[in-house]
């Protein structure tokens, strides 16, 4: 998974309504949380990336 794919998800995320909550989002989708850590320096970093690019 690329960091634009990260990015992706977690816009994807958004826009249908689902949780964005760190331990949500750890349970129901590990391979995102686990990526996106790699890429960024926190879950918060992820999410506002998403929402600026």
Known sequence: ?????????????KTSGESLNKKKVKQTNPQLMQNALFYFPSWEHAIQSADSV
């Open 1 to 13: 998974m690329s960091v634009a794919d990260v990015v992706s998800h977690i816009r994807r995320l």
